[in-house]
């Protein structure tokens, strides 16, 4: 029995990881219609950023903060500079510019900390582990658990209860008319996009002490990311929730289960969705 | 006019000819290269059927390239006197049933979902592969031996990379001249109007979604053909032939050389392989160089190389015949 609440919270604490990746991803996807492949590089500049900085200061908490601010600036800049150039030749564009995007950040990276993995400690409070319900678990994780809840209710909380939510909201279904409203689309969507590389970074940060750093972990997350996307539906905040779980929760008992099958049950869960629903379980028709 | 028609099929047998030709003065380090660039060149091909005639941008190409490499390797590994025909043909009949299976289910999206899934089934295609080791070889790969080349009448060593290269020129080659002729069909033509307008077409009582998933099959079989030359050529085939990496080599590939000319793959091919050999000697961050030339073509000049060459052309052509520059436009 405690090793299955273990393994339930390892699920709970991937869910965490994987909803705080693809939030930012389906909340760009949904207000500018760009599918961001360089979404999970910034993801890993940030676990790098954070890596250096606790390297730096001897602290955690400070690249929790920065990181992200960081990340924020550089996608503002991405979007302002390189996005809105290609925006005229079509999406196709797009997409190849942030799949390039992501090419050359993930070969910065190797040059940059080196083509091997490293290793964090978060040290303090977060690095323990506590008691309760008869096992002894990470405080890290739960950590993790309740950042993403954090960060989720946020995000609905701004989209639905506030003025930027709904000049957000209305962007995206008629973004000319908001215009013609006297405010700035262009600059709302640069911050859109700024958004969703700070919260990707904030993701990667997180990331760091849970998975170790290395080049590889922008491909790994993204996979993950864009299952989740795919079983949640396209731009949905809720179906990305419930597939963040879903996944989160079938990754952990898949290794305690069928090891073998592992690697494979998440793609199978994603072939069935495609072949039941194909636009996802929380997705509009297409 | 005649002239015009005639002038593919032209420099479609200068290249042949020159293709024969140049191993008399190259060594044997260069004829290597020159048989990874033809065998990329029809990968690149491929793919570029798929993005530049069919504004369809797939990031998972290398499944085909992968199950063609590995089948061929498999196929020759457990199929005691199998011949080199035998093998190929294996690899191709695989990746045309893969790309049947795959395009069915995924074709049904398009733009960024379809692009999406590719990425997520290229992975998947890595994870079975990683895991399957009983065929694939896990992390270390599969080593074959080119068997010898039986033709009827005589039978042609292939040990010998010069023997392999003239077998690649030739079918590789003919592979290319079929894709260039399938562009011209009625079918190749289907598709490029579809890009254009597929309301259109659909309109004009066109199955859009079956001259799309013809299309990705045959893609799908061209680039097995190519990835089966893969392991004929090294003799060895690992996991990186199937990871999401070879499809980035093909992506870049075809953008550096152009996705508007039906040539300028090959050419995206050639300046890859050359780069990558060159540039490799002088520092291990060759791939970050690639990636700023993709980035800078992405932003500058989406038509690549071959539109470089072609506005190059252009401007030469119009110093010299200055009275008539429409008629260039027209043709």
């Known amino acids: 029995m405690s090793e299955f609440i273990v393994f339930f919270l390892h699920g709970l604490a991937y869910a965490g990881l994987l909803f705080l990746v693809s939030a930012g991803l389906t909340l760009v996807f949904g207000m500018m219609n760009v599918l961001n492949f360089a979404h999970a590089a910034m993801y890993m500049l940030g676990a790098y950023f954070s890596y250096t900085l606790v390297a730096v200061t001897g602290r955690f908490w400070p690249s929790l903060i920065l990181c992200p601010v960081l990340l924020f600036v550089a996608g503002a800049l991405v979007e302002r500079f390189l996005l809105r150039r290609v925006h005229v030749h079509g999406h196709l564009h797009e997409l190849l510019l942030t799949f390039g995007l992501s090419y050359i950040i993930t070969e910065l990276v190797k040059s940059v900390w080196g083509n091997y993995p490293l290793a964090m400690n978060v040290g303090g409070f977060l690095g323990t582990s506590i008691q309760f319900l008869g096992i002894l678990y990470p405080v890290y994780r739960i950590f993790i658990f309740l950042c993403a809840v954090l960060v989720g209710l946020a995000m609905a909380l701004i989209l639905y209860r506030t003025r930027l939510g709904i000049i957000l909201r209305a962007s995206v279904n008629d973004g000319e008319m908001v215009n013609a409203l006297g405010i700035n689309v262009p600059l709302v969507l640069m911050g859109v996009f700024g958004f969703g590389a700070a919260l990707s970074g904030f993701a990667g940060v997180i990331a760091g002490p849970l998975l170790t750093t290395y080049p590889g972990m922008a491909h790994e997350i993204l996979i993950d990311a864009f299952v989740v996307i795919v079983v949640g539906g396209f731009g949905s905040l809720g179906g990305a929730v419930a597939a963040s779980l879903l996944i989160g929760e079938l990754q952990s008992f898949g290794v305690l289960l069928f090891p073998k099958l592992s690697l494979a049950l998440v793609y199978l869960l994603m072939a069935a969705v495609l072949i039941v629903k194909p636009s996802g379980l929380f997705g509009e028709k297409q | ?331």
């Open chain 2, 1 to 331: 006019m005649i002239l015009q028609k005639q002038a593919p099929h032209l420099s479609i047998a200068t290249l042949f000819a020159l293709g024969a030709l140049v191993p008399l003065v190259l060594r044997q380090y260069h004829v290597n290269m020159l048989t990874e660039i033809i065998i990329f060149a029809l990968y690149a091909v491929s793919y570029n059927l798929l993005l530049g005639y069919a504004g369809l941008l797939s990031f998972g190409h290398a499944m085909f390239f992968g199950t063609g490499a590995f089948a061929a390797a498999v196929a020759l590994l457990h199929i005691p006197g199998l011949s080199l025909w035998g093998a190929i043909g294996f690899a191709v009949a695989m990746t045309t049933v893969t790309g049947f299976a795959v395009g069915g289910l995924l074709l049904r999206h398009k733009g960024s979902y379809f692009a999406l899934l590719t990425l997520a089934f290229n992975s998947l295609f890595y994870a079975v592969a990683t895991k399957w080791q009983t065929v694939t070889g896990g992390d270390d790969g599969l080593s074959v031996t080119r068997p010898a080349l039986n033709l009827g009448f005589a039978t042609v060593k292939m040990a010998a990379i010069s023997n392999f290269y003239y077998f690649t020129l030739v079918i590789v080659g003919a592979a290319m001249v079929f894709c260039w002729y399938f562009t011209r069909t009625a079918m190749g033509q289907t598709v490029l109007l579809m890009r254009e307008n597929e309301e259109r077409m659909k309109f004009l009582g066109y199955s859009t979604n079956i001259s799309r998933l013809i299309l990705f099959t045959f893609t799908g079989a061209v680039a097995g053909l190519s990835g089966a030359f893969y392991t004929l050529h090294f003799q060895f085939v690992s996991l990186s032939a199937v990871s999401v990496d070879m499809t980035t080599t093909v992506l870049l590939m075809t953008f550096v050389g152009g996705t508007r000319t039906f040539w300028g793959p090959i050419l995206g091919s050639f300046v890859y392989i050359i780069i990558q050999n060159y540039l490799s000697d002088i520092t291990d961050r060759w791939p970050l160089f690639m990636g700023l030339i993709f980035i800078f073509l992405v932003l500058l000049v989406p038509g690549g190389l071959s539109q470089i060459i072609g506005s190059i052309r252009d401007w030469l052509t119009r110093k010299r015949t200055p009275d008539e520059p429409a008629a260039e436009k027209a043709s």
